[in-house]
T-cell receptor, first 112, second 111 residues
Framework: GAGVSQSPSNKVTEKGKDVELRCDPI?????LYWYRQSLGQGLEFLIY????????KSGLPSDRFSAERTGGSVSTLTIQRTQQEDSAVYLC??????????FGSGTRLTVV | QKEVEQDPGPLSVPEGAIVSLNCTYS??????FMWYRQYSRKGPELLMY????GNKEDGRFTAQVDKSSKYISLFIRDSQPSDSATYLC???????????FGTGTRLTIIP
């Protein structure tokens, strides 16, 4: 597609359940990023994939969070045993070798 | 102290005014500077991308970077109601790595 696609756009889950968020980047973009945006906060870096290199996981807030990128394209962010503080908008972005990111519209996660 | 500081606003200005948005930062390694615009319930959209110090102009938008002062600005001329959004500054040390964002400034242009 022409842009970064994220699904679902909204997700409501019960505390303690696992969730999977999907990102389909722009074709040919080598880098893929996950960020989290909470109300009144800036974007918080979570994880970064670049080509075949080992991902930069330095932003993942706990071991309940993990992500993978299959075949250098689609990425899935998994949150296990969700907590209420995980409620946020999860944004995915992709970029070519250089230049600014293109973001998706995000997945709004609500943990009840 | 946050690496990137940005006044959250809100900022309201009349249509046609010049808008000035600013960020300060503490990491002298930052060399790549960006401004994003984010409409409600949408992802951020890249507006301006600059490297090192200097000015860059694109239509009604001008980005300025002063690395000696660790200060960046975005100017919007002839502001329009459609410019009403949250504006986020972002920066990185290298061209293709994670960005550090400001918290965003919410701007409203009053018709």
């Amino acid at each position: 597609g022409a842009g970064v696609s994220q699904s679902p756009s909204n997700k409501v889950t019960e505390k303690g359940k696992d969730v999977e968020l999907r990102c389909d980047p722009i074709s040919g973009h080598t880098a893929l990023y996950w960020y989290r945006q909470s109300l009144g906060q800036g974007l918080e870096f979570l994880i970064y994939f670049q080509g075949n290199s080992a991902p930069d996981k330095s932003g993942l807030p706990s071991d309940r969070f993990s992500a993978e990128r299959t075949g250098g394209s689609v990425s899935t962010l998994t949150i296990q045993r969700t907590q209420q503080e995980d409620s946020a908008v999860y944004l995915c972005a992709s970029s070519p070798d250089a230049g600014g990111y293109t973001f998706g519209s995000g997945t709004r996660l609500t943990v009840v | 102290q946050k690496e990137v500081e940005q006044d959250p606003g809100p900022l309201s200005v009349p249509e046609g005014a010049i808008v000035s948005l600013n960020c300060t930062y503490s990491n002298s390694a930052f060399q790549y500077f960006m401004w994003y615009r984010q409409y409600s319930r949408k992802g951020p959209e890249l507006l301006m991308y600059t490297y090192s110090s200097g000015n860059k102009e694109d239509g009604r938008f001008t980005a300025q970077v002063d690395k000696s002062s660790k200060y960046i600005s975005l100017f919007i001329r002839d502001s329009q109601p459609s410019d009403s959004a949250t504006y986020l500054c972002a920066m990185s040390a290298r061209g293709n790595e994670k960005l550090t964002f400001g918290t965003g400034t919410r701007l409203t242009i009053i018709p």
